[in-house]
């Protein structure tokens, strides 16, 4: 946050994978409803901060969420502009990994990515201060509204929900049917976006 409030002309790449990969699957502020990770082994309770909000809200910070098995060209498109930015850039990109335990194994990390778009669970969006100063909006909504009857086959997909099922049932649909709310609500939010900053 500190490199992107400086205005300096830096280029940030965050590969979220909604929980500390690196150090061995602990639950993180980007870990999502629901998710069992190392500290919240009865799935986590509470949603993911929104990173891509808090850069937005300097105002000349370019972003953008991607996902490169959904999406390639909207992907190589935000690189695109965020490289030639005058000013911050941070990408934000949907990186499935090992630790999700994606059934069939994490050969099919970018079919994952596409079903997390197409379910509702991960949007993609641009915003491009530059296009503001030539008086265009800058918030550019690239994902449909989710097929949210594959959003809890999404979810069941992968270990770290899953198993929440197995462990404790219960818990699980009353998190996983948080989480689904959640993501409505944030598409319901995201649409607003493209109004405010009209």
């Given at each position: 946050?500190?490199?992107?409030?400086?205005?300096?002309?830096?280029?940030?790449?965050?590969?979220?994978?909604?929980?500390y990969?690196?150090?061995?699957?602990?639950?993180?502020?980007?870990?999502?409803?629901?998710?069992v990770?190392?500290?919240?082994?009865?799935?986590?309770?509470?949603?993911?901060?929104?990173?891509?909000?808090?850069?937005?809200?300097?105002?000349?910070?370019?972003?953008?969420?991607?996902?490169?098995?959904?999406?390639?060209?909207?992907?190589?498109?935000?690189?695109?502009?965020?490289?030639?930015?005058?000013?911050?850039?941070?990408?934000?990109?949907?990186?499935?990994?090992?630790?999700?335990?994606?059934?069939?194994?994490?050969?099919?990390?970018?079919?994952?990515?596409?079903?997390?778009?197409?379910?509702?669970?991960?949007?993609?969006?641009?915003?491009?201060?530059?296009?503001?100063?030539?008086?265009?909006?800058?918030?550019?909504?690239?994902?449909?509204?989710?097929?949210?009857?594959?959003?809890?086959?999404?979810?069941?997909?992968?270990?770290?929900?899953?198993?929440?099922?197995?462990?404790?049932p219960?818990?699980?649909?009353?998190?996983?049917?948080?989480?689904?709310?959640?993501?409505?609500?944030?598409?319901e939010?995201l649409?607003?976006l493209?109004?405010?900053?009209?």
């Open positions: 946050a500190h490199v992107l409030a400086s205005g300096e002309n830096v280029n940030v790449f965050v590969f979220d994978t909604e929980m990969s690196n150090t061995g699957g602990q639950a993180s502020k980007a870990s999502n409803i629901g998710e990770c190392q500290f919240a082994a009865a799935g986590k309770e509470v949603g993911k901060k929104s990173l891509s909000e808090i850069a937005m809200s300097y105002g000349y910070v370019y972003v953008a969420q991607i996902a490169l098995g959904a999406n390639p060209n909207q992907a190589v498109k935000a690189i695109k502009e965020a490289e030639a930015y005058n000013g911050p850039s941070l990408i934000i990109g949907y990186a499935p990994c090992e630790l999700h335990g994606v059934k069939g194994g994490i050969n099919h990390c970018q079919d994952e990515m596409k079903a997390a778009v197409e379910a509702g669970y991960w949007n993609l969006f641009s915003y491009n201060p530059a296009l503001k100063a030539e008086g265009k909006n800058p918030f550019t909504l690239t994902s449909k509204e989710g097929d949210y009857g594959k959003y809890q086959d999404f979810l069941n997909n992968e270990t770290r929900y899953s198993r929440l099922k197995r462990a404790f219960e818990r699980a649909d009353e998190l996983f049917e948080k989480n689904e709310k959640a993501a409505k609500e944030r598409y939010h649409m607003k493209v109004e405010l900053y009209k």
